[in-house]
């Protein structure tokens, strides 16, 4: 019986690999990967585009800041929760049909989004866009797996790779531009709505361009193991999402704790499946593949370092120093310049070096983001932005020379018919190290402002004594200002909604009022509000930031470790060479 499978299996894939060469014939393998990577960028942009808009979003909507922060979390908590399932439905129903599935829904839920009158249809808008974006995202690596032979695979993935880096960085820098357009007076609905026509092109291009193919080894859906991955998904990504915003309340940690016994039932359900050769949702022996083993494991640290850095720095620049969002994003566009001409490089790299070139990769961005934070502690608090290009040119080519050659070398041995599952352990791999780092690293962030707080607050006092003494407040109501503004600043740096001023902000800036003469009383305000706080803020922000990219090194270093677990080179790519040689 078990031969019988084997032959029909192997009669399955030779008949999958003749369709696929069929399909290359007819088909532009690059018109078909500039129509799936449009939904990779669309996908990935509406990650962080959000995040620029939030203060915009609960001003028209009356919305509480937890309740934009859902807005954020809804997305993520779609996406991630979705990505295992749809790819395993590609491989059922059609990757080109899920495909379209996916970007319809996107489209239409982008308009839903962007004419959402309340928070709550804003949110149930980006969980729905978030789940759309989960049946295209898988369909990406398993349409390039099995539209492009080995050979041009490499190069595919260095635009994939390319394109990931600008989209991650170029999310709060197009949602500053189209907010600060205001183009019919949209302000944030902009960013919803930009995706309609982008994705209405997308979809009836896809139509006439995307072939279709699917795995013959896939005949049915594994609900149970879809409804395990699901929860279990959820029940770790919401909490990651939304803790920190909810100050870690007891059903985070429920939640958390849950997830972990449910994704083991669901792992050990799949290996069961898996030696049955009963449909399942994820093809177990792909683990015991070291490339993809060690693969997955390295893009699950990787991306815990890439998705929390932009977090970071734009927290850095936009709060602590002050810059727009426009300003934002154009000081970190060299990063965008630097990963995406790397990208372009790296196939040609990689067929030289072999995995050389992701310990090349590790080692370039370990060491500019440790040069990035030299920078920012030499320009204190008086940083612009061309202080930043050359150290984020350099960091972006080790990201850029990383992620291309991984996917590369972590898929080169998977077959046709595994394509979609591998597509999806990759991704959701990805989303779960991206959400777990930004969660570690924001935590970690926000406790460095906590414990800066005092040393920056203090470090204006000298300078704020002496602008109030000249502004007329006797030495009591001074003495009383500099603890006030010190209260101040510590409860605005512990505060979980940075747009509200805390209670004893308001009470230093009475008693200014209260205490200062008429005439100078604008003077003693302006002391406070917009030299000491900014400065003082610029100056917390500075060093906490500076203490974060430790976190970016390790992180890097510890990629760095796992790329020796990889073979030197993948067995796909050494029988892509032979052919060729042959």
């Known amino acids: 019986m078990s031969v019988r499978r084997g032959r ?15 399909r290359r014939k007819t088909e532009n393998p690059w018109a078909v990967l500039a129509i799936v990577l449009s939904a990779t960028f669309m996908q990935l942009v509406d990650v962080s585009i959000v995040n620029v808009a939030i203060p915009s979003i609960q001003r028209e909507l009356h919305a509480s800041f937890a309740a934009v922060q859902l807005v954020v979390a809804a997305y993520l908590l779609g996406f991630a929760g979705t990505l295992i399932t749809a790819a395993r439905l590609g491989d059922i129903y059609g990757r080109k049909r899920l495909f379209l599935v996916g970007m319809i829904g996107f489209t239409a839920s982008s308009a839903l989004c962007g004419a959402a009158p309340t928070a709550a249809i804003l949110v149930v808008g980006r969980l729905v866009q978030g789940i759309m974006a989960g049946l295209m995202f898988p369909q990406v690596l398993s ?94 990504v919401y909490p990651l999402a939304e803790g920190r915003q909810q100050g870690w309340p007891p059903w985070a940690f429920v939640m958390l704790a849950a997830s972990v016994p449910l994704l083991v ?25 070291r490339a993809f083993f060690a693969g997955a494991l390295l893009s699950a640290v990787f991306f815990a370092g890439l ?13 602590g ?30 067929r030289q070096i072999g995995r050389g070139v992701l310990i090349l990769a590790t080692v370039i961005a370990a060491a500019g983001m440790a040069s990035i934070a030299a920078v920012v502690h030499l320009a204190g608090t008086d940083l612009h932005s061309y202080y930043l290009t050359p150290v984020l040119i ?29 597509s999806g352990v990759l991704s959701t791999m990805q989303r779960i190290g991206a959400t777990v780092g930004i969660t570690f690293a924001g935590v970690l962030f926000f406790l460095f402002l906590t414990m800066n707080s005092q040393g920056a607050a203090n470090a204006e006092v000298p300078r704020l004594h002496e602008r109030l003494t000249s502004a007329g407040l006797s030495t009591p109501a001074v003495d009383r200002a500099v603890d006030g503004f010190t209260a101040c600043f510590d ?8 747009s509200v001023a805390p209670a004893s902000c308001t009470r230093v800036m009475a008693l200014v009022h209260r205490e200062a003469p008429g005439s100078t009383s604008s003077q003693a305000s302006l002391a406070l509000s917009a030299d000491a706080l900014p400065s003082a803020l610029g100056r917390d922000f500075s060093v906490s930031f500076q203490q974060s990219i430790g976190y970016e090194v390790a992180i ?4 760095f470790g796992l790329v020796f677990l990889l073979p030197k080179k993948a067995q796909g790519e050494r029988d892509a060479r032979s052919m060729e040689a042959g």
Do not use: C
């Open 8 to 22: 029909t299996t192997g009669l399955a894939d030779k008949v999958q690999r003749a369709a696929g060469n069929r």
């Open 143 to 236: 349409v390039i797996q099995v539209t492009f032979p080995p050979s041009k695979r490499g190069r595919a993935f260095g635009i994939y790779g390319a394109i990931i880096g600008l989209a991650t960085i170029l999310g709060p820098l197009l949602g500053g531009v189209l907010i600060g357009l205001d183009i019919f007076g949209l302000d944030w609905r902009a960013i919803f709505y930009v995706n309609v026509p982008i994705g209405v092109v997308a979809a009836t291009a896809a139509i006439g361009k995307l072939g279709e193919s699917r795995s013959p080894d896939a005949p049915r859906l594994d609900i149970l193991g879809a409804l395990l991955a699901t929860t279990g998904l959820g029940l770790l």
């Open 265 to 289: 039932i669901f792992a050990l359900y799949e290996v069961r499946k898996t030696r049955r050769n009963d449909s399942p949702l994820i093809v177990m022996s792909l683990f015991s593949d």
């Open 307 to 319: 998705a929390p850095f932009f977090f970071t720095i734009s927290l850095y620049l936009q709060v």
């Open 321 to 350: 120093l002050g810059f727009s969002a426009l300003h934002a994003g154009l000081t970190t566009f060299p990063f965008a310049i630097g990963s995406g001409g790397a990208s372009a490089l790296s196939d040609r790299i990689a």
């Open 394 to 422: 350099v960091t972006g080519v080790g990201i850029g020379l990383f992620i291309a050659p991984l996917n590369n070398i972590v898929l080169a041995n998977v077959r046709g018919h595994a394509a979609g599952s591998a």
């Open 491 to 498: 409860d605005r740096a512990a505060a979980e909604d940075p």
């Open 556 to 559: 890097y270093l510890a990629a």
